[in-house]
């Protein structure tokens, strides 16, 4: 809402992006945990593996299940919705994202707390331990990736502060953001340990942060 104060849009316009982006982040993060099972679905009926997997699950959301990258890709997609829909220059609403998003991610992973999720291996260095940050779980103490993903977001929120100063083509700050969010996610989903979004031995979240940073870059490159 800030940003687009700024850059002399009016309470029309940031309505009209609250409503985009809000329905199309609700629906991508849903779409997004649900792939991963259907994709494991196909898997299985390649290789005639039998796990009495149900492909219908996907579409039942009231049990639950997103992807906080899903609802990134959800929220760029609503931003550019709302952008044909106002008006707006290519690009313009989408560079608010890369403010709204960290200052949500912030918000959603310190709401992991005592959940369960966000937990990551357990911690062997008492100096880490006598912070008390690290959770405890079973007797032994975790890694709190949920915290440490709260902390990247507040910096990679400042690092776009500090480069929306510069004047750049409009579309380039969000990706930007993305491109530099998906790389921290790649090393922060790697130390996670609560099963979230885990096929076998893949961590479903870690390809869609890869993909995103390379989307970013094929699109630099051409």
């Not at 902390?151 to 990679?156: D, K, N, Y």
């Not at 953001?177 to 996610?185: A, I, T």
């Not at 893949?202 to 630099?220: D, G, K, P």
């Amino acid at each position: 809402g800030l940003a687009i104060r700024r850059g002399c849009r009016d309470y029309g316009t940031w309505i009209r992006l609250c409503v985009c982006v809000t329905a199309c982040c609700l629906l991508f993060a849903r779409l997004l945990y649900a792939l991963a099972d259907w994709i494991m679905i196909l898997m299985e009926g390649i290789f005639d593996l039998n796990t009495g997997r149900d492909p219908l699950a996907g579409f039942r959301f009231w049990e639950g299940g997103y992807s906080l990258i899903g609802g990134i890709v959800g929220a760029v997609v609503g931003a550019a919705l709302a952008e044909k829909w106002t008006g707006s220059g290519k690009g313009i609403l989408r560079d608010t994202l890369a403010f709204g998003i960290p200052a949500a991610v912030f918000v959603e992973r310190l709401s992991e707390a005592g959940t369960g999720l966000g937990l990551g291996r357990y911690v062997t260095a008492p100096w880490l331990i006598a912070t008390g940050i690290c959770p405890e779980l079973y007797g032994d103490y975790v890694h709190p990736v949920y915290l440490y993903e709260a902390a990247a977001a507040v910096i990679l929120l400042a690092v776009m502060l500090a480069l929306s100063r510069k004047e750049r083509k409009q579309g380039k700050l969000l990706e930007l953001f993305l491109l530099l969010f998906g790389l921290s996610q790649v090393v922060l989903e790697s130390l996670r340990a609560d099963g979230h979004l885990v096929e076998h031995f893949v961590h479903v979240q870690q390809v869609y942060s890869i993909l995103m940073a390379v989307w970013v870059i094929a699109r630099w490159c051409a």
